[in-house]
């Protein structure tokens, strides 16, 4: 009898284990989907632009767009679109710029520009044939091109606020704020593409990202190296437990110094850049003025001579 009610309490506990295990199991598969879908969700929100996404959301390519699409997708390598997106990510993601998107106004340019390079080579098949050519590819590449323009842009607007939030970003840690309530305020009293990629660095991390993840995607969405520097900085300090204040405060003088460095070296170009166009523009001016009148004299002395 006794061994029984020892047989029976011990399948009893033997259950009652598996049952713990399980509910904790699912409990954690469960926040580690919630916490995934909240990342998406920033994803979307950062990648279509805060007033567009209730638009966007589940809006679909209409069918000759999604063909146009296609044909660009044959027509480009494997990675295009992940690399597309990483460039996206760079420009910023402006509003309603999708990889799809990019991917079917590709397709509009290659398809619209190849008859118009056509027209201009109408002398002969050769030519005709070449210049609708030349038309397709620059239809087929000006999206690309625009997309890299805009993340340009955004990347040197990146390297300009660095130095001013950064400073910001010390005397709020300094003043014995945290670091995740130090970037909280530099992205609620500043502007700009770094103000939007603090803010979304933040809401990172309060969905469950760790600072050193959240900063290597901050340091992967950028192609400035100063940034680079900052968050490889910040990942070390974390890593090694050196005080973020001080590594902050280290940082804002060397990228202080680096701005000026660079203001010099611009300022050095200068007199090399305005030498072609004082020589090709300002001197002939000159000696038409100066030399004009003289030339002419002679000349009515020679002809009256």
Known sequence: MDGTLLLVVA???????LTLVSVQVVAATTGSTRMSRRLAHIEATYGQGPADVAET????????LDRLRALAARLSPGSTTA???HRLDLAGNPSRWTPERVMAFK???LIALAPIGALYGLGSALTLIAYALVGAAVGFFLPDLLVHNAA???????AKELADVLDMLTVCVEAGLGFDAAVSQ???NTSGPLSVEFSRMLQEMQLGK??????????????????HTFASSLIQASELGIPTARVLHEQAGEIRVKRRQAAEEKAQKVPVKILFPLLLCIFPALFIIIIG??????YDSLVAG
């Open 11 to 17: 399948v009893g506990a033997i259950t009652g284990a």
């Open 57 to 64: 959301d589940g809006e679909a390519l209409p069918p000759v």
């Open 83 to 85: 690399s597309l997106e």
């Open 107 to 109: 397709g509009i340019g």
């Open 152 to 158: 340009t842009k955004r990347q040197a607007l990146m």
């Open 186 to 188: 530099v992205a609620r």
């Open 210 to 227: 760790s600072r050193v993840e959240a900063l290597r995607a901050l340091s992967g969405r950028t192609t400035v190296d100063a940034v």
């Open 293 to 298: 009148p003289a030339g002419i004299e002679i």
